[in-house]
């Protein structure tokens, strides 16, 4: 049996708006699903818009934030050394892969969300019949994206992604150039919820959202069962 191989993307965005503070990937929503992947036997390659290191949230690193996939990972040399070394998103292709799986983190708003490569890479996924993964502020990955008929490909879909009462809880509301939650329904996805920080995932068809960190293993875990 030949090895699953999964592109995992990450946000090259460091800035929170212009708030002078830093952004970028939400640790334990690239850990976690990294040790899915990895533990079931899959084979993980790692982008970015820019390529190397892409910026960590330094949120994501308090100690309140810390999980055992988070542990593992400031442990792990060869992950780290791979974490920085991302290759640049313009040099992958698709039909290299057998899923894509995008963590979150507020950066993906502001990069992801219009980067040509990554909307190209989402369509031609989906066209393959390859699962396409994003949690919580990844979801904006999806929103460019359309189906060969030109149609959003969240429309019609149950979808998820962090909501407006999560950006709130965390004073965000003001600071994010859209709420991801009031977008994918605007584009006719139909959003689901549960109640702030608790476990959501979902599948329509190959695309699977998480809303929120709490969602990232989850998120992984269909990926995984899909190949």
């Keep these: 049996m030949t090895k699953k191989k999964i592109l995992?993307?990450?946000?090259?965005?460091?800035?929170l708006g212009n708030t002078g503070h830093k952004t970028g990937f939400w640790v334990e929503e690239f850990a976690a699903p990294y040790y899915v992947f990895l533990d079931a036997g899959a084979e993980v390659t790692l982008a970015s818009p820019a390529g190397g290191q892409p910026p960590i949230d330094p949120n994501s690193e308090?100690?309140?934030?810390?999980t055992d996939a988070t542990r593992r990972f400031d442990a792990d040399e060869a992950?780290?050394?791979?974490?920085?070394?991302?290759?640049?998103?313009?040099?992958?292709?698709v039909?290299?892969?057998?899923?894509?799986?995008?963590p979150g983190g507020h950066g993906p708003l502001w990069d992801l969300v219009d980067d040509k490569d990554s909307i190209q890479l989402i369509?031609?996924?989906?066209?393959?019949e390859k699962p396409v993964g994003a949690v919580c502020h990844a979801s904006a990955a999806l929103l460019n994206a359309k189906d060969l008929q030109g149609e959003p490909?969240?429309?019609g879909r149950a979808v998820t992604g962090f909501s407006n009462s999560e950006e709130e809880a965390v004073a965000l509301t003001e600071v994010v150039p859209f709420l991801l939650e009031d977008?994918?329904?605007?584009?006719?996805?139909?959003?689901q919820k549960v109640d702030d920080w608790n476990v959501l995932?979902?599948?329509?068809?190959?695309?699977?959202?998480?809303?929120?960190?709490?969602s990232s293993e989850s998120v992984a875990e269909k990926i995984m069962a899909n190949l």
């Design 8 to 15: 995992v993307v990450l946000t090259s965005h460091s800035e």
């Design 62 to 66: 308090l100690p309140d934030f810390q």
């Design 79 to 93: 992950g780290q050394k791979q974490l920085a070394t991302t290759l640049k998103l313009s040099d992958v292709s």
């Design 95 to 102: 039909k290299d892969y057998d899923a894509v799986f995008y």
């Design 123 to 128: 369509e031609t996924a989906l066209q393959q």
């Design 153 to 155: 490909i969240v429309k």
């Design 183 to 191: 977008e994918l329904k605007k584009l006719g996805g139909e959003y």
């Design 201 to 214: 995932a979902i599948q329509d068809g190959l695309l699977i959202t998480g809303q929120n960190p709490a």
